[in-house]
């Protein structure tokens, strides 16, 4: 199946120029926009209030900024916060004043980037939205929780916007193919529609800039799938060392990890090379899951890490990626125990209750004569000369929590070999408490 797409000579990107005026001809985002829900009942009433716009790039977060301004009929003042700040700013707001004085219009405040304000210009925003001088729409891409604070977010609710599924783009390529105007009629065949919808994704605004290269790069009346792979260079993959996508990639590989899934964890790997990450933080990740994940189940999970990080820093990235990603498989192969992690997160809570318990007496050094007139060190059985090195029935923990357990070895790996050495020291205990008693 083919279809047609006319471009004649325009001004404006065509994802501008496609940009919707109404609710109803909005794509994607149903979750916030359907007709069953709230946004989308108070846009038909002509009501609009404060909110924040948080998702990916090209998701329509401007686009529903200025279909909530056209549907309340409201004046539209655009800050953005990449290059702009209090005068701007104030700027914004006196025009808002203005509008209000001279025509009685509300006014749209749209915010784009509005994470990259500090808190001294997120506050300069408060009073105006409370006295409803404006009604305020921020736009973006990180994590409000993280990235805005909490004065304004008490004023405004938060919208979540998603990646646009392939139904949604191929519904806006479509309208795109049926409405652009054109001086010459060219085609799109089927194969290079499906490249498009791939290599985008879930960025609509991104789909119709390469569409729109495509265009004017086709040789012939028809738009290859050649010609889509030409207009959209390399794929860069969404990543922000210090947003939330780099975040979660990072939890999905220490998840996969974690799950012994050695396929998913490389694969996570290398989508994080690939998106530009710096290998040592990677390295850093895998080293805190050999102790935390792997543990005593193989204790030699460590090493091969710390190896690996060492051949990298040896050898270079050819080769070091390749040692890293070694360490990686051997990782998310190995036994796992969280034994370890939970038994120093339980002796640490204890730790920090119980700071003022003595230490007790027969394992408290006695460098001094008067040390020992007190009578530390006085009873303490030096392991190596019991049997089997171990002074069953004797006590190294403060006498009100003696009974203490932190560490509970998992049956697996390496660790199921300690956990029956402990086991075999427990009876030692009972049998000496048994004699003791006896």
Known sequence: MS??????????????????????????????????????????????????????????????????????????EKVSAVTGGIKEIRAAIDNAKQQ???????????????????????????PFIEDGTVVFIGATTENPSFELNNALLSRTRVYVLKSLEEEDLAKLLERALDSAESLQNTQLNQEATQALIAVCDGDARRMLNILEIAAQLASGAEITKQDIAQASGDKLARFDKGGDHYYD???????????????????????????????TAIARRLLAIASE?????????????????????????????????????????????????????????LAKETVNQPIPMHIRNAPTQLLKDIGANQGYRYAHDETYAYA??????PEAIKDAKFYQ???????KQIKARLDFLQELDQQSDKKRYD
Not at 319 to 338: L, T
Not at 409 to 415: K, L, N, Q, S, V
């Open 3 to 76: 279809l047609s797409l006319n471009f004649g000579e325009v001004s404006q990107p065509l994802a501008a120029l496609l940009r919707p005026k109404s609710i109803d001809n909005y794509v994607g985002q149903q979750h916030i926009v359907g007709e069953d829900k709230p946004l989308y009942r108070a846009l038909m009433s002509g009501q609009a209030h404060s909110m924040i716009l948080w998702g990916p790039p090209g998701t329509g977060k401007t686009t529903l900024a200025e279909i909530v301004a056209h549907s309340i009929d409201a004046h539209v």
């Open 100 to 126: 209000a004085q001279d025509f009685g219009r509300k006014t749209i405040l749209f915010v784009d980037e509005v994470h990259r304000f500090n808190k001294a210009q997120q506050d300069a925003f408060l």
């Open 249 to 279: 990639l990072l939890s999905a590989f220490h998840k996969s990890v974690r799950g012994s899934s050695p396929d998913a964890a490389l694969y996570w790997f290398s989508r994080l090379l690939v998106a530009g990450s710096e290998v």
């Open 293 to 349: 994940d792997i543990g005593n189940a193989d204790p030699r999970a460590l090493q091969v890490t710390l190896n690996a990080w060492d051949i990298y820093h040896r050898v270079g990235a050819a080769e070091g990626e390749r040692a890293i990603a070694q360490a990686v498989v051997y990782c998310a192969s190995a036994p796992k125990s969280n034994a370890v992690y939970k038994a120093f997160k339980s002796a640490m809570a």
């Open 392 to 397: 069953a029935g004797d006590n190294y923990l």
């Open 409 to 415: 070895p998992e049956a697996r790996g390496m660790e």
